[in-house]
Protein backbone atom coordinates (compact mmCIF):
# COMPACT_ATOMS: atom_id res chain seq x y z
CA UNK A 1 0.00 0.00 0.00
CA UNK A 2 1.51 3.03 -1.39
CA UNK A 3 1.85 6.13 0.78
CA UNK A 4 0.20 4.37 3.84
CA UNK A 5 1.54 4.08 7.58
CA UNK A 6 2.90 1.06 6.63
CA UNK A 7 5.51 2.26 3.79
CA UNK A 8 6.57 5.60 5.64
CA UNK A 9 10.10 5.84 5.85
CA UNK A 10 9.93 8.25 9.18
CA UNK A 11 7.77 5.84 11.21
CA UNK A 12 9.80 5.30 14.62
CA UNK A 13 12.12 8.08 13.30
CA UNK A 14 11.77 10.26 16.63
CA UNK A 15 11.91 6.49 19.19
CA UNK A 16 15.45 5.85 17.40
CA UNK A 17 16.74 9.88 17.86
CA UNK A 18 15.66 9.57 21.28
CA UNK A 19 17.35 6.03 21.82
CA UNK A 20 20.62 7.30 19.79
CA UNK A 21 20.77 9.82 22.36
CA UNK A 22 19.99 7.49 25.60
CA UNK A 23 23.14 4.76 24.49
CA UNK A 24 25.19 7.66 23.44
CA UNK A 25 24.64 9.87 26.72
CA UNK A 26 25.61 13.08 24.90
CA UNK A 27 25.12 15.09 21.59
CA UNK A 28 28.58 14.30 20.59
CA UNK A 29 28.33 12.38 17.26
CA UNK A 30 25.07 14.59 16.67
CA UNK A 31 25.23 17.42 13.46
CA UNK A 32 23.94 20.55 14.92
CA UNK A 33 20.36 20.45 12.88
CA UNK A 34 19.83 17.05 14.38
CA UNK A 35 20.22 18.53 18.01
CA UNK A 36 17.65 21.31 17.16
CA UNK A 37 15.45 18.16 15.13
CA UNK A 38 15.23 16.52 18.77
CA UNK A 39 14.55 19.54 20.49
CA UNK A 40 11.88 20.75 18.08
CA UNK A 41 10.03 17.17 18.73
CA UNK A 42 8.62 18.72 21.71
CA UNK A 43 7.60 21.87 20.24
CA UNK A 44 5.85 20.16 17.53
CA UNK A 45 4.76 16.57 18.78
CA UNK A 46 3.06 15.86 15.18
CA UNK A 47 5.63 17.31 12.71
CA UNK A 48 8.68 16.29 10.91
CA UNK A 49 11.18 18.82 12.34
CA UNK A 50 13.62 17.61 9.92
CA UNK A 51 13.04 20.35 7.76
CA UNK A 52 12.61 23.11 9.74
CA UNK A 53 15.46 22.16 11.73
CA UNK A 54 17.50 22.01 8.65
CA UNK A 55 16.34 25.14 7.91
CA UNK A 56 17.06 27.18 10.40
CA UNK A 57 20.51 26.07 10.46
CA UNK A 58 20.93 27.16 7.00
CA UNK A 59 19.68 30.47 7.63
CA UNK A 60 21.56 31.31 10.72
CA UNK A 61 24.69 29.38 10.09
CA UNK A 62 25.02 26.79 13.30
CA UNK A 63 22.99 25.70 16.09
CA UNK A 64 24.76 28.36 18.56
CA UNK A 65 23.39 31.20 16.02
CA UNK A 66 19.60 29.76 16.30
CA UNK A 67 19.56 29.70 19.94
CA UNK A 68 21.01 32.98 20.78
CA UNK A 69 19.09 34.66 18.10
CA UNK A 70 16.34 37.24 19.51
CA UNK A 71 13.12 35.10 19.62
CA UNK A 72 11.49 37.98 17.62
CA UNK A 73 13.56 37.85 15.01
CA UNK A 74 13.35 34.48 14.80
CA UNK A 75 9.42 34.79 14.53
CA UNK A 76 10.03 37.17 11.75
CA UNK A 77 12.83 35.79 9.66
CA UNK A 78 12.07 31.62 9.96
CA UNK A 79 8.37 32.31 10.08
CA UNK A 80 8.13 30.18 13.31
CA UNK A 81 5.27 30.73 16.43
CA UNK A 82 6.06 32.44 19.38
CA UNK A 83 6.04 29.78 21.45
CA UNK A 84 8.21 27.75 19.15
CA UNK A 85 10.98 31.09 18.88
CA UNK A 86 10.57 31.17 23.09
CA UNK A 87 10.93 27.63 23.58
CA UNK A 88 14.27 27.19 21.64
CA UNK A 89 16.31 30.56 22.37
CA UNK A 90 15.25 30.28 26.17
CA UNK A 91 17.93 27.25 26.55
CA UNK A 92 21.39 29.27 26.75
CA UNK A 93 19.55 30.80 29.35
CA UNK A 94 18.85 27.50 31.22
CA UNK A 95 22.61 26.55 31.17
CA UNK A 96 23.30 29.62 32.26
CA UNK A 97 21.02 29.55 35.26
CA UNK A 98 22.19 25.29 35.78
CA UNK A 99 25.55 26.99 35.57
CA UNK A 100 24.99 29.36 38.55
CA UNK A 101 22.56 27.24 40.84
CA UNK A 102 25.44 24.11 40.42
CA UNK A 103 27.93 26.79 41.84
CA UNK A 104 26.40 28.74 44.30
CA UNK A 105 25.56 25.99 46.66
CA UNK A 106 29.09 26.68 48.44
CA UNK A 107 30.94 25.05 45.42
CA UNK A 108 34.65 25.28 46.40
CA UNK A 109 36.76 27.25 43.02
CA UNK A 110 40.07 26.91 44.58
CA UNK A 111 41.95 25.93 41.29
CA UNK A 112 42.28 27.32 37.79
CA UNK A 113 40.20 24.27 35.97
CA UNK A 114 36.93 24.89 38.42
CA UNK A 115 37.39 28.68 37.46
CA UNK A 116 37.58 28.15 33.77
CA UNK A 117 34.29 25.42 34.10
CA UNK A 118 32.27 28.00 36.00
CA UNK A 119 32.79 30.99 33.58
CA UNK A 120 32.75 28.91 30.80
CA UNK A 121 28.94 27.58 31.68
CA UNK A 122 28.50 31.56 31.98
CA UNK A 123 29.91 32.97 29.01
CA UNK A 124 30.60 30.60 26.77
CA UNK A 125 27.49 31.08 24.48
CA UNK A 126 26.70 34.39 24.78
CA UNK A 127 26.83 36.24 21.73
CA UNK A 128 27.47 39.69 23.17
CA UNK A 129 30.15 40.76 26.30
CA UNK A 130 29.24 39.88 29.60
CA UNK A 131 31.12 40.54 32.83
CA UNK A 132 30.56 38.20 35.95
CA UNK A 133 32.04 38.81 39.29
CA UNK A 134 32.33 35.31 42.16
CA UNK A 135 32.79 36.45 45.54
CA UNK A 136 33.97 33.52 47.78
CA UNK A 137 34.39 33.03 51.58
CA UNK A 138 37.55 32.46 53.48
CA UNK A 139 37.76 28.78 52.64
CA UNK A 140 36.95 29.70 49.09
CA UNK A 141 33.36 28.47 48.57
CA UNK A 142 31.16 30.73 46.53
CA UNK A 143 28.90 33.13 48.28
CA UNK A 144 27.44 34.49 45.37
CA UNK A 145 27.36 34.92 41.67
CA UNK A 146 26.43 38.48 39.87
CA UNK A 147 26.47 39.56 36.41
CA UNK A 148 27.24 42.97 36.83
CA UNK A 149 27.15 44.49 33.34
CA UNK A 150 26.79 43.59 29.29
CA UNK A 151 27.95 45.38 26.33
CA UNK A 152 27.88 44.52 22.71
CA UNK A 153 30.17 42.35 20.02
CA UNK A 154 33.02 44.80 20.54
CA UNK A 155 33.27 45.62 24.92
CA UNK A 156 31.64 45.85 27.86
CA UNK A 157 31.63 49.52 29.96
CA UNK A 158 32.17 48.56 33.89
CA UNK A 159 31.75 50.81 36.67
CA UNK A 160 34.50 49.60 39.24
CA UNK A 161 32.88 51.10 42.31
CA UNK A 162 29.97 49.11 41.71
CA UNK A 163 31.72 45.71 41.33
CA UNK A 164 33.97 47.23 44.61
CA UNK A 165 30.64 47.67 46.29
CA UNK A 166 29.11 44.32 45.25
CA UNK A 167 32.32 42.11 46.93
CA UNK A 168 31.96 44.45 50.19
CA UNK A 169 28.08 43.65 50.55
CA UNK A 170 28.92 39.83 49.49
CA UNK A 171 31.43 40.35 52.04
CA UNK A 172 34.29 38.55 50.24
CA UNK A 173 37.62 37.12 50.98
CA UNK A 174 38.18 36.07 47.57
CA UNK A 175 36.74 37.51 44.02
CA UNK A 176 37.42 35.94 40.79
CA UNK A 177 36.29 38.11 37.62
CA UNK A 178 35.81 37.06 34.15
CA UNK A 179 34.01 37.98 30.68
CA UNK A 180 33.67 37.11 27.44
CA UNK A 181 34.80 38.06 23.69
CA UNK A 182 32.42 37.29 21.58
CA UNK A 183 35.12 37.77 18.53
CA UNK A 184 37.03 34.56 20.02
CA UNK A 185 40.22 36.67 20.12
CA UNK A 186 41.27 35.69 23.65
CA UNK A 187 44.14 38.76 23.97
CA UNK A 188 42.97 40.98 26.61
CA UNK A 189 42.82 44.41 25.66
CA UNK A 190 43.86 47.87 27.14
CA UNK A 191 40.84 47.84 28.77
CA UNK A 192 40.81 45.06 30.13
CA UNK A 193 44.67 45.71 31.42
CA UNK A 194 43.04 48.98 33.29
CA UNK A 195 39.80 47.56 34.47
CA UNK A 196 41.67 44.41 36.01
CA UNK A 197 44.70 46.90 37.44
CA UNK A 198 41.98 49.30 38.76
CA UNK A 199 39.88 46.51 40.61
CA UNK A 200 43.16 44.84 41.87
CA UNK A 201 44.13 48.17 43.71
CA UNK A 202 40.51 48.64 44.92
CA UNK A 203 40.31 45.30 46.37
CA UNK A 204 43.14 44.97 47.80
CA UNK A 205 42.22 48.52 49.91
CA UNK A 206 38.98 46.55 50.98
CA UNK A 207 41.48 43.46 52.35
CA UNK A 208 40.13 41.44 49.34
CA UNK A 209 41.81 39.39 47.02
CA UNK A 210 41.57 39.10 43.55
CA UNK A 211 42.23 35.60 42.42
CA UNK A 212 42.13 36.04 38.61
CA UNK A 213 40.62 37.68 35.66
CA UNK A 214 39.22 34.80 33.01
CA UNK A 215 38.37 36.10 29.39
CA UNK A 216 36.28 33.18 27.72
CA UNK A 217 36.17 32.81 23.61
CA UNK A 218 34.43 29.99 22.28
CA UNK A 219 36.36 26.83 23.56
CA UNK A 220 39.43 29.14 24.75
CA UNK A 221 40.82 31.43 27.50
CA UNK A 222 42.87 34.12 28.80
CA UNK A 223 44.20 34.09 32.44
CA UNK A 224 45.66 36.89 34.08
CA UNK A 225 46.69 34.79 37.25
CA UNK A 226 48.10 31.78 34.75
CA UNK A 227 49.88 34.81 33.03
CA UNK A 228 51.40 36.28 36.27
CA UNK A 229 49.43 39.65 36.17
CA UNK A 230 49.03 41.75 39.52
CA UNK A 231 50.32 38.91 41.88
CA UNK A 232 47.27 37.22 41.28
CA UNK A 233 47.11 32.88 42.42
CA UNK A 234 44.92 30.01 43.09
CA UNK A 235 47.12 29.25 46.48
CA UNK A 236 46.51 32.62 48.80
Known sequence: MSGSKKDNPNKGHRQRVKERFLNDGNF????????LEMLLFYAYPMKDTKPIAKRLISL???LHNVLNTDPKQLMEE?????????????????????TK???????????FSKAVDLFSGLLKAQPFESFYLVSLDIAKKVIAIDRINDGNAVEVSLC???????????????????????????????????ITGQLNKGLELLNIKMMDHIIICGDKNFSFAKNRYYGMNYKM
Open 160 to 194: CDNILKKALLNKASFVIIGHNHPSGFCEPSRNDYE
Open 60 to 62: YGS
Open 101 to 111: SFYEKGKIIDC
Open 78 to 98: ANITENVAVYITMFPHVMRKY
Open 28 to 35: DSFQDYEV
